[in-house]
């Protein structure tokens, strides 16, 4: 094994061009796999993050769409019905026993949060125009609990907003729209014609544009107040859950428990995590097709390689190197290829992560984005070796199995 | 006389382009210290039954054996091994490893073997070097030497795990008359003063004729079996 070494490393340091090259071709496909991965994932992860501030886990309001089966069909269940135009009967959005449902959810195990809201559509007046909007009626400390609130306030405290009773947490868009600033106070209307003036004690920066262009956040009795509505009006129950992953499971659960919609954050937000899994997808069909590039290279490189040392590895054999010895020969030089390549590559792949994460970004009004994000887990520099690693293995292989199994009387014999 | 190698009824076809029988029932008995030349013209087979006593050509019928061990049918790695420990070569271009010194490709039989420690091997090296006037060029590139240097470093090569036979395929097919001679009298060195066997197979009528025996072959046979030194018959 020593020897093997010993003949390998000389074999890598008499042509250190060739060497180069063909390390070159790895740390390229691994630089760029950690390159792409760092962003891609760094993408993910901000995309995930901003969908997880603006929905909760799990999601339990009153879905008036769901489809309602007809009194036809409940009596004759086997009859043919047609029935035109289906609409649904006047129904409150209320959730019916609100309170005490989250009461009974917050002692479930597996529930670290519970917020009962109501939000209505409201038009926010800006002199004589009206800008259409959302107000939710939340106990403000139990939704900073599910989604960290207190650490987007760009103004103002949370806790302001339980000190004023008409107060109001206005989302930073909306405000910058309104030319209102912390402090102002802002007139809004329902759709049933209720008028109301609040005073914005803080202003809040999600950083989606969707909400912060059109939410605030008012006190829960302020809500009932402006849409007429008794103090037991709730519309939502937003549910935090100690793993996340567990909404899928505990969605249709809630949903029988409370005899309502409950609706997980994964399904909530599909198409953020359909982009995801695209990214995902294109990052390593290009890296792979990186590494399979290089790794036709050093397999080329080897097959030369062996192609031009075959009086040697003839008198190697002579000399009584077995065909497993003379494989191991060629296949630690591949495998150093491979690891040494690799590592510049994480190198590189660092080094370029890092400049793509100073690279100054405009996310525009849609995304509060200064700069790209970038994922720096250490996970993927160690898929990177492993991946440039194997990959240079089995483009070392294959030529040296072929050494390995090479009848030295042929040449020996000339 | 013990007797080193030993065949006992060796055949040998090549299929290629038709069926031929290179080999015919060779029967062949080499004894310890002999300096033994294979000669014929070309086609007689004699490098063919070379590579045959060399164990590196298995495709044989009859049988082969060699210091006591029969190696007909050994597997290719325990063949390897054997060839390691008891089989010196020199060929005719000196195949040393060209990225290696002169040294290093002494020592690289020797560091297989591993009978040593590294730095045992390098004095043996130095030895087999100064036996053969080459130990002041032992840290140069072999690329850099010369064709008759290049043989030496390839004969001290071929010693350096006391193997019992030394065989040869041309040694001095590739030198001029000057080397030629220095190769064979350490050749006559080796086997007078080492009692090393070696077995040679060469056109160089010379050589041979300064040799020990003379086996000469012709049509797969060997029609004139030498004998200064054969013993009495063994079958």
Known sequence: ?414 | MDHVLRTHKITKYFYDPEKFQVLKEIDLVVNKGEFLSLVGKSGCGKSTLLYVLSTMDTDYEGELEISGQRLTGKNQNALARFRNEHIGFVFQFHYLLPEFTALQNVMIPAQKLGRYTRSEIEERAYEKLKMLGMHEHALKPSAKLSGGQQQRVAIARGIINDPDIIMGDEPTGNLDSYNTGLVFEIFQELTHTYHQTIIAVTHDEAFAHKSDRIVEMSDGRIVHPGGVLLPKMQT
């Open chain 1, 1 to 414: 094994m020593k020897l093997s070494i010993s003949i390998a490393k000389t074999h890598l340091l008499s042509r250190p061009k060739q060497t180069l090259v063909a390390m070159l071709g790895v740390t390229f496909g691994i630089g760029m796999f950690i390159a792409m991965v760092s962003l891609m994932t760094g993408l993910n992860n901000f995309t995930e993050e901003l969908t997880m501030t603006s929905s909760p886990d799990i999601h339990i309001y009153n879905d008036i769409a769901e489809g309602r089966p007809t009194l036809l069909s409940v009596v004759y269940p086997d009859a043919l019905q047609v029935v035109h135009h289906q609409k649904p009967k006047q129904e409150t959005l209320k959730v019916r026993h609100a309170l005490q449902l989250a009461t009974l959810l917050r002692n479930d195990t597996r529930v670290s949060g519970v917020a009962p809201t109501l939000s209505s559509q409201v038009f926010y007046n800006y002199g004589p125009v009206q800008l259409n909007g959302m107000i939710a009626g939340v106990d403000i400390l139990e939704e900073d609990k599910l989604f960290n609130l207190r650490a987007k306030m760009k103004a103002g405290r949370i806790e302001d907003l339980k000190a004023h009773a008409e107060g109001i947490i206005m989302g930073i868009g909306l405000a910058r729209k309104l030319q209102v600033h912390h402090g102002d106070r802002v007139v809004i209307t329902t759709p049933q014609g209720y008028t109301m003036t609040l005073k914005i004690v803080g202003i809040f920066q999600m950083g989606i544009g969707t909400v912060d262009n059109i939410r605030s956040y008012a006190n829960i009795s302020t809500v009932q107040t402006i849409l007429q509505q008794d103090p037991s009006y709730i519309t939502d129950i937003n549910v935090k859950l100690k793993d996340l992953h567990q909404a899928k499971q505990l969605a249709p659960e809630f949903q029988r428990l409370s005899g309502y919609k409950a609706e997980d954050w994964e399904t909530a937000n599909a198409t953020f995590l359909t982009g995801s899994i695209i990214r995902n997808i294109l990052t390593y069909s290009v890296s792979f097709t990186l590494l399979v590039v290089a790794g036709f290279g050093i397999y080329n490189i080897l097959n030369m390689t062996i192609h031009n040392k075959m009086k040697d590895i003839a008198i190697l054999k002579a000399m009584g190197f077995a065909g497993k010895d003379v494989k191991q020969i060629f296949m630690i030089q591949s495998l150093v290829i491979g690891f040494v390549g690799s590592l510049a590559g994480l190198l590189i792949g660092y080094t370029l992560s890092l400049i793509i994460s100073k690279v100054p970004f405009n996310g525009g009004d849609f995304i509060a984005l200064d700069h790209l994000p970038v994922n720096f887990n250490p996970r993927y520099y160690f898929i990177g070796i492993v991946f440039g690693v194997a990959t240079t293995a089995v483009a070392g292989y294959l030529p040296s199995r072929k050494a390995s199994k090479l009848d030295p009387i042929e040449i020996l014999r000339g």
